[in-house]
C-alpha cells in the first residue's frame, strides 16, 4: 500500500507546540507528512516531512513559477479547474495561487486544517479528492462565532461538508454540532505531553505565602480580571499571597486593576518567558490558576498536573473532562470571584498528604488520559476512518 | 492673544469640549491656531487655523526632503527659536540627536508665534516640554482621564520634566487633579478645574419616563475596558435571576465588542442586550428620552459627557465611583454613585432604584437637570477658559 500523504497545515512553519509533536508523531507512524505555507524559522524534519514554503517574497515568487509550470505540464486539467474556480469567487490572486498550487500538485490525501477560519479557504481541496479534515481548538470555534456572525454563518455552511474533526476536548466537539458538524465524524483527540520532559516531583510543603502563578497569553478569555479581583478578596481577608501571571507583559487593563486594587506588592506581570521558564515556574508555585472563561483544555493546566502542582481552573470549555473536582484538582464556576478565593484559600488549608494525594491522582489523569503516545494513537484512528470513508 | 491648541486630530462632533472652546475663544477675539498630526485636507476649523505635524510616512526620499527643507526654513528664520530650543533641550541632558529629531517632528511648533501653547491631553506634551518657552510662550496642559489615570502606570515618572516647565495646568475633576499631584505635580495653584459642558438645549427635551413593567436601561460608550460594561453585564445576569424585566442597549463601538457579545452570551443576556454600534446623535438623543435608567460603570472615567446629557434630559443616573463620575453625579441627590468593580452592588442599586417612589424619582432628575443648567452649560465653560488664559 502507497504511503498515505497529509499535510498538517497551519500557516506558519514551525508552528505550536502541539502541531509539532503532531507533526513528528505523524511522521514516526508511516505517513508522509507534507507542511505548506510560510517558512519563519528553518527546521529539521524527519525524513517523512516534506516542507514546501517561502520566507521571503522572491521565494514566493519562484514557488509560484516553479508550481505553476508543473501544473500545466502534468496536470493542465485540474490547474484550469482550480483556476477557474478561484475566478468564479473573484479570488485569483497571485497570492492565492502561490499558497493553493502546490497543495494541489502535491495532492494529499488529507488536508488537516489546524484552525477554522481558514475553512473557507481550503474547502476547495475536495473538488480534488483530497478529504478536509479540521482541528476544532482555540477562540476561532469557541468565541468568534458569537462575536461575529460571519464565522457563525460559514461554520454553518461548511462543517456538514467536511470528512473528520479534531475536537480538543468533548465540549469543543459538541459545539461544533451546533454548527452542522457531523457527530460521528468527530473525534476527540486530547493533547498530549511529552511525560520524560515533565518529571512528577512532590512537594515538599505548601508556601506561606501561597505562591499562586497563571500563564498564558494577554488576551480577555484567559480571565485575568477575574483572578485579580478573587485576589483583592483574600487581600482583604489578609490572606497572605504571592501571584504572578506569566505571559501578559505590560498590559493596560491589568496594570490599572493591579493599581486599583492595591495588589501592586503581591503580584507580578512577567513577560512571556521559554518554555524551561515556564516549568521551572510552575514547579516553584504552589498552585496554578486558570482563570479562563472558555477553554478549549488549557496546555499549562496539564502541564501543571503532570509536574505535581495543584491546579484551581474555571469549568470552561472542556477543563471538567481533565479535572474532578476535590480530586485531582479543583473546579470553579466562570467569572466568580468568590469561588477563586474559596478555592484558593483551600488549596492553602490543604495539608500536605492532601495535596500529595491529589497531585498524584493529576499525574495519574495525564499518564492515562494524555500521553503522546495515546494522542498519535488516536490522530492515527482519526485519520484512518477519514481515509476509509467513501464520502 | 494667540492660542495654540495641540490635539491629536482635528475635533469630531462628539469632542464638544474642544469645540466649545474654540468657538468661545474665537468669539471674544482671541485666535486659536490649531496643531494637529498627520496630514489634513481641512485648513480652518471653526474659525481656527489648522496646522498639520509633520508626515511620518509615505515615500521616503520625498518625506526626507521635505522635512529638511521644512527644518532649514526653520533654521532660517526662526534662529533664535532654535537655538533657545537647543540650550533648554541640551540643559536637560538630551543628545544632539534626538534634539535633532524633535526640531523637525516639531518644526510647526517652533515656527510658530503664539501666548500660549496648550496641550489638549497630557501625552501630547511629552518630548515637547521645551517648545514653549523656546518660542516665548506659556505652556498649558490638560489632563483628562487616560493620560494621567493610565498612561503613568505604563511609564513611571513620564512627567517629571513638563511639571518643571508648565505654567498652567487644566483638569476637568478634582479626581484628575489628584492624580496629577499623585504624579509629582506640586503647585497646586497651578491646577485649574474646569469641567466639561454641555448643550443643555439640545439635550433638554425630557419626555416623561412612562412607568413599564419593563426597565430600558442604556449606556453610551465605546466598547474598551474602561467603560465596565462586562461588569455591568455581570449586575445585569444578577437582576435577570431576580426575576426583573429589563432590556439593555449599549451604544457604541470599539475594540471589545467581541468580548462583550461572548460576555452576554455566556451569562444568558442575548435576549436581553443589544448592541446598537455607534450611532447618529439624533438617533442618541433620542434612546436618551426613551431611557429609564442611564448607567455608567466606569472603571476610569475623566468626567463623562454622556452622563450629563443624560442628567440634562431627565435620566436617572447610576454612575460608578471612578474619578470624575462621582463629582458628575451627586449620590443620592442627582443620582446614585456605586463603587466599581462591585456587580453585586450594582444589581442592588439598579433593584433598588426602580422601586423608588415615582415623585422620588422626579425630584432626584429635576435637581440633575437644574444643576445642568447652572453649573455645565457651554457658556460657563467658554468664561473659565478665558479666564484660564488671561489671568495670572
Known amino acids: 500500500m502507497s504511503q498515505k500523504k497529509i499535510a498538517i497545515y497551519s500557516g506558519e512553519i514551525p508552528s505550536t507546540t502541539f502541531i509539532e509533536r503532531l507533526v513528528d508523531g505523524m511522521a514516526n507512524s508511516g505517513y508522509r507528512i507534507y507542511l505548506f505555507g510560510t517558512l519563519k524559522k528553518k527546521k529539521n524534519y524527519g525524513t517523512n516531512v516534506e516542507v514546501v514554503a517561502y520566507s521571503n517574497r522572491f521565494e514566493k515568487t519562484v514557488q509560484l513559477l516553479y508550481y505553476s509550470f508543473l501544473l500545466s505540464v502534468f496536470q493542465r486539467k485540474c490547474k484550469n479547474k482550480l483556476d477557474d474556480l478561484l475566478a468564479q469567487q473573484g479570488n485569483d490572486s497571485y497570492g492565492t495561487k502561490v499558497k493553493y498550487y502546490s497543495v494541489l500538485y502535491h495532492r494529499p490525501d488529507i488536508f488537516h486544517l489546524q484552525w477554522a477560519k481558514g475553512v473557507g479557504d481550503w474547502i476547495w481541496v475536495q473538488e480534488f479528492g483530497i478529504k478536509l479534515v479540521l482541528s476544532l481548538r482555540g477562540t476561532h470555534v469557541t468565541i468568534s462565532p458569537i462575536g461575529n456572525v460571519y464565522w457563525k454563518e460559514l461554520y454553518s455552511q461548511l462543517f456538514p461538508k467536511l470528512n473528520g474533526f479534531h475536537a480538543v476536548s468533548d465540549a469543543t466537539g459538541m459545539l461544533a454540532q451546533t454548527y452542522g458538524a457531523d457527530a460521528t465524524k468527530i473525534k476527540t483527540v486530547y493533547s498530549g505531553l511529552d511525560l520524560e520532559r515533565l518529571p512528577f516531583v512532590q512537594k515538599g510543603k505548601i508556601n506561606s505565602p501561597l505562591k499562586i502563578v497563571s500563564i498564558g497569553r494577554s488576551h480577555w478569555v484567559k480571565g485575568y480580571s477575574y483572578a485579580l479581583d478573587g485576589l483583592a478578596i483574600l487581600q482583604e481577608q489578609q490572606f497572605d499571597f504571592e501571584y504572578s501571571i506569566i505571559g501578559v507583559g505590560i498590559d493596560e487593563e491589568l496594570l490599572v486593576q493591579r493599581s486599583q486594587l492595591g495588589l501592586e506588592k503581591k503580584v507580578c506581570f512577567v513577560t512571556a518567558a521559554p518554555f524551561d521558564a515556564v516549568l521551572l515556574a510552575i514547579r516553584e508555585a504552589d498552585v496554578v490558576l486558570l482563570s479562563s472563561v472558555e477553554e478549549g483544555i488549557a496546555n499549562v493546566v496539564l502541564e501543571a498536573m503532570a509536574l505535581g502542582t495543584l491546579v484551581v481552573t474555571t469549568d470552561c470549555g472542556g477543563m471538567n473532562e481533565v479535572i474532578t473536582d476535590g480530586e485531582n484538582g479543583f473546579l470553579i464556576p466562570v467569572r466568580s470571584l468568590l469561588a477563586i478565593a474559596e478555592a484558593l484559600r483551600k488549596v492553602a488549608d490543604l495539608s500536605i498528604t492532601e495535596y500529595h494525594k491529589m497531585t498524584l491522582a493529576a499525574r495519574k489523569t495525564i499518564e492515562n488520559q494524555h500521553s503522546h503516545r495515546i494522542m498519535i494513537a488516536d490522530m492515527k484512528s482519526l485519520y484512518e476512518s477519514v481515509l476509509k470513508d467513501p464520502s | ?392
Open chain 2, 1 to 392: 492673544m494667540r492660542i495654540g491648541l495641540v490635539l491629536p486630530a482635528v475635533p469630531g462632533y462628539s469632542e464638544t469640549f474642544f469645540v466649545n472652546k474654540i468657538r468661545g475663544l474665537h468669539s471674544h477675539g482671541h485666535e486659536v491656531v490649531l496643531f494637529v498630526s498627520g496630514s489634513h485636507k481641512i485648513k480652518t476649523f471653526e474659525g481656527a487655523t489648522v496646522v498639520a505635524s509633520p508626515k511620518l510616512s509615505g515615500n521616503l526620499p520625498l518625506l526626507f526632503l521635505q522635512e529638511s527643507c521644512s527644518f532649514l526654513i526653520l533654521l532660517l528664520l526662526n534662529f533664535k527659536v532654535v537655538r533657545q530650543f537647543y540650550r533648554l533641550e541640551r540643559n536637560d541632558e538630551s543628545s544632539f540627536f534626538s534634539i535633532l529629531k524633535k526640531m523637525v517632528l516639531n518644526h510647526h511648533l517652533l515656527s510658530a508665534k503664539l501666548d500660549w501653547l496648550h496641550f489638549g491631553f497630557g501625552t501630547m506634551a511629552l518630548e515637547r516640554e521645551n517648545v514653549a518657552q523656546a518660542i516665548g510662550a506659556k505652556m498649558a496642559v490638560s489632563f483628562r482621564g487616560f493620560d494621567i489615570a493610565i498612561y503613568p502606570l505604563k511609564n513611571p515618572n513620564c512627567y517629571d520634566k513638563l511639571w518643571k516647565k508648565v505654567d498652567k495646568v487644566h483638569v476637568i475633576s478634582d479626581d484628575i487633579a489628584d492624580l496629577v499631584y499623585k504624579n509629582g505635580f506640586e503647585n497646586k495653584e497651578k491646577v485649574f478645574k474646569i469641567c466639561p459642558a454641555i448643550d443643555v438645549n439640545y439635550f433638554s427635551n425630557v419626555k416623561e419616563t412612562e412607568a413599564t413593567q419593563t426597565i430600558q436601561i442604556l449606556t453610551i460608550a465605546r466598547l474598551h475596558w474602561k467603560k465596565g460594561l462586562e461588569y455591568t453585564l455581570e449586575a445585569l445576569a444578577l437582576l435577570k435571576k431576580k426575576g426583573v424585566a429589563f432590556q439593555y442597549t449599549i451604544v457604541g463601538d470599539g475594540i471589545e465588542k467581541e468580548r462583550l457579545l461572548f460576555a452576554a452570551h455566556q451569562l444568558g443576556l442575548t435576549d436581553r442586550v443589544t448592541f446598537t454600534g455607534k450611532l447618529e446623535p439624533t438617533v442618541v438623543r433620542q434612546l436618551l428620552g426613551d431611557a429609564t435608567l442611564y448607567v455608567q460603570y466606569s472603571i476610569q472615567e475623566g468626567f463623562c459627557n454622556a452622563v450629563l446629557e443624560a442628567q440634562a434630559m431627565g435620566k436617572l443616573c447610576i454612575v460608578s465611583d471612578a474619578e470624575g463620575l462621582s463629582e458628575n453625579v451627586i449620590d443620592g441627590v442627582t443620582g446614585f454613585v456605586v463603587a466599581k468593580r462591585n456587580p453585586v452592588s450594582l444589581a442592588e442599586k439598579i433593584q433598588a432604584v426602580t422601586k423608588l417612589a415615582e415623585n422620588e424619582k422626579r425630584m432626584m432628575t429635576e435637581k440633575a437637570i437644574s444643576r445642568m443648567k447652572n453649573e455645565f452649560t457651554l457658556e460657563q465653560q467658554q468664561k473659565e477658559f478665558l479666564e484660564f488664559y488671561t489671568t495670572d
